[in-house]
């Protein structure tokens, strides 16, 4: 499958990601527990987008220089597109992240924690999928067929569920981990692992990122198809879900009080997988150029927001 990105290129954003993550475990205290401020979310999620943004340039000037402004310009419009539409999936990712940490009763300022390593794990689940995504669509080519019907029928189940939280305590994996592993009865403060008598134990803390991390692959089955209807190059599918799963965790905190208000943002996400989906459908008679899909992407996320805050002051 043809790339723009080099081996070089890629290479130097595995290291940019890899010199972020250790900056932020042992410089910034990521392996630590503290309460994360609205200020501090805020500065990082800031600060995140900028990144995104700044890579997408240097990107572009690369690639004008190289391939011509016709590729650069194509190829920063599918990296933007795709970094709109992981980031705002993942926002259903902070719904499920909040109903875990209060199944479990985690406090807040251990929460980071977790979801620093679920960071951490996801990136690798994250790359192993985009690369296996990869290989079946060179391959199999009717497969983004596939994707598009999976995408249209998930967004019309998501405009139909009802508001109803699932059963944390149900759930499978947890199920499995619980018969199968140590855990001790209490939670041990940050940590995952504790040693009683001589003996190794998993701590609840533990469970929690494993449901974390099993939530991640769930929503992956979902942006992952979506991108791969913007485009197939695995460079940018790669770097556009890098970029919005770094920045996912300062999101968590950003909307972490106020995430309830938006109750017509399921919906905006249901119309956009509905869109893409049906995009990937009628791709063998008609294209959709990238610019639309994100201006349209974009007008609909927009307008499930405005009503989420309208219907709340009317409300209110």
């Not at 600060?47 to 016709?70: D, E, I, P, S």
């Not at 406090?107 to 951490?120: A, K, N, S």
């Not at 919906?267 to 459908?281: N, R, T």
Request: charged share 15%.
């Amino acid at each position: 499958m043809v790339s723009v990105g080099q081996p070089w290129m890629w290479a130097a954003f595995v290291i940019f990601v890899l010199f972020i993550l250790f900056f932020d475990l042992f410089v910034l205290g990521g392996r630590g527990s503290h309460k994360v401020s609205i200020k501090e979310a805020a500065g990082w999620s800031v600060a995140w987008v900028t990144m995104a943004l700044l890579f997408n340039l240097l990107l572009w000037w690369y690639l004008k220089r190289h391939l011509g402004v016709a590729v650069a310009n194509q190829k920063c419009i599918e990296f933007l597109t795709a970094y709109v539409i992981e980031k705002s999936l993942s926002v259903d990712n902070i719904f499920v992240f909040l109903m875990i940490f209060a199944t479990f009763k985690v406090d807040v300022q251990y929460q980071r924690r977790v979801l620093m390593y679920g960071v951490l794990g996801a990136i690798v689940l994250r790359a192993l999928i985009i690369l296996a995504g990869t290989w079946v669509v060179q391959e199999f080519n009717w497969i983004l067929y596939f994707f598009g019907g999976f995408l249209l029928i998930t967004g019309f189940r998501m405009l139909g569920d009802k508001e109803e939280d699932p059963n944390v305590e149900n759930n499978a994996l947890l199920r499995f981990a619980s018969q199968h592993l140590r855990i001790t009865k209490y939670s041990q403060g940050n940590r995952f692992m504790t040693r009683q008598d001589g003996v190794f134990y998993f701590t609840p803390l533990f469970l929690v990122l494993l449901l974390i991390e099993s939530a991640d692959v769930v929503f992956a089955a979902d942006s992952i198809p979506a991108v791969f209807a913007v485009t197939s190059d695995p460079f940018i599918v790669f770097t556009s879900n890098i970029f919005a799963i770094l920045g996912l965790r300062a999101l968590y905190f950003l909307l972490l009080d106020i995430v309830d208000r938006f109750k017509f943002l399921k919906y905006g996400l249901a119309i956009v997988l509905m869109f893409i989906g049906f995009k990937m459908l009628i791709a063998y008679w008609l294209h959709v150029p990238t610019g639309l899909s994100l201006l349209v992407i974009a007008l609909v996320l927009s307008a499930s927001v405005i009503a989420s805050v309208v219907g709340k002051d009317k409300l209110g």
